[in-house]
């Protein structure tokens, strides 16, 4: 189904009932952001009538309702079924294990560009201690362990038991490596005992993002640094003719499907209250310009469902997107933030 489809775009509007006209135009805006002029408008009318898709009910001349044929709802489901199999192909409907996720992304171009960023502006050095706060199945462990060889120590913390085991296990050889089960908020750590920590995509899912900077200061000594690469959702760009629809479904995004969705622009201003000085703020954007490549990472089917049943978006709108965006060129955006902070004394 086309945007520009005004016959198609008629049988969609009628699908939950007959319509006039006006009722008609005024449902085909709800869902695309445009109106059909009045000539195409009466035009598909017409030849939907002609072909038997439609047929009127009572009324008088333009006032009178339009309802679907058994013909015209049986091409409708045809076209929703076609689509179901060409989106089916093309994105990924179950959710996938956590770790094979985190794995999967961990390999993508973008994530080793950010990580090749925030290892830079750790610079940890041979024998300091390292702590990974949120550390995963492991993914960071082993290069941290490299970069404070000989006689450094790292230590991963994750709130996930089955993170912990995934990462204990990886860093098996690795005597400088150490990994513990424990909750970013309250760290089983001494006072000024970390020389460099990190946190990479987690104080995005934080109940209390400045009590884990205020920990991470706690621990580090002064001079300490913090790395934190933590996204900004509320960047996220989907390039679609309807930019109502994109928005809304990024909007979902960042009030429901992250709990802090627009942590990347706040830790310039939360660093400082625990007590870090700012010294850069590095901007790294990803851009997709294969869907499947962005579904692997955005999950577009499954949380385009999930704003259908929140509300943010419409079924017939969501379905004409999802469809859009699996043939289309493709183009999406989203900026993750490196922010390295100093510990002040
Ligand atoms: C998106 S993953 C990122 C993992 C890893 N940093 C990486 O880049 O692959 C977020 C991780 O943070 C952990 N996490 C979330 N909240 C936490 C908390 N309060 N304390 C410790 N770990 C937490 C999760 O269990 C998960 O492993």
């Not at 339009?66 to 929703?80: D, F, K, M, W």
């Not at 706040?266 to 499947?292: I, M």
Request: with cysteine; glycine share 8%; net charge neutral.
């Amino acid at each position: 189904m086309r945007t520009n489809d005004a016959q198609m775009l008629v049988l969609c509007a009628l699908t939950d009932g007959p319509l006039h006209g006006y009722a008609i135009n005024a449902a085909i805006e709800q869902v695309s952001g445009h109106r059909l002029g009045p000539g195409s408008l009466y035009g598909a009318l017409a030849r939907l009538e002609a072909k038997q898709l439609v047929k009127p009910l009572e009324g008088k001349g333009r006032q009178r309702p339009v309802c679907l044929t058994p013909a015209g709802r049986e091409l409708l489901e045809q076209e929703a079924h076609s689509m179901a199999r060409l989106s089916g192909r093309v994105f990924e409907s179950a959710v996938p294990d956590e770790i094979s996720y985190l794995d999967r992304l961990a390999a993508t171009d973008t994530a080793r560009s950010y990580k090749s960023v925030m290892l830079h502006a750790l610079d940890a050095r041979p024998g300091q201690t390292v702590l990974d706060l949120g550390c995963g199945p492991g993914t960071d462990l082993s290069t941290l362990a490299k970069a404070v060889s000989p006689s450094g120590r790292v230590i991963g913390i994750d709130s996930s038991q089955k993170m912990v085991e995934q990462a204990r296990r990886r860093t098996e050889g690795l005597s400088a490596v150490e990994v513990q089960l424990g909750d970013i908020h309250t760290l089983p750590l001494e006072d000024g005992s970390i020389d460099r920590a990190r946190t990479e995509r987690v104080l995005q899912h934080a109940a209390d993002p400045a009590r884990a900077l205020a920990e991470a200061r706690r621990v580090l000594r002064p001079g300490g640094r913090l790395v934190m690469g933590e996204p900004d959702w509320d960047s996220l760009t989907i390039d679609y003719p309807d930019i109502e629809v994109s928005r809304a479904y990024t909007r979902h995004v960042t009030d429901k499907v992250v709990r802090n969705g627009v942590i990347g622009r706040q830790l310039a201003r939360l660093a400082p209250d625990a007590g870090f000085a700012v010294l850069a703020v590095v901007p790294v954007t990803s851009v997709f310009r294969d869907v499947q490549a962005a579904d692997q990472v955005l999950g577009l089917q499954r949380n385009t469902e999930r704003a259908v049943s929140a509300g943010y978006l419409s079924a017939l709108a969501s379905q004409r997107w999802l469809d859009d965006l699996a043939t289309g060129p493709f183009f999406a955006a989203v900026t993750l933030y490196v922010v390295v902070a100093e510990a002040t004394s």
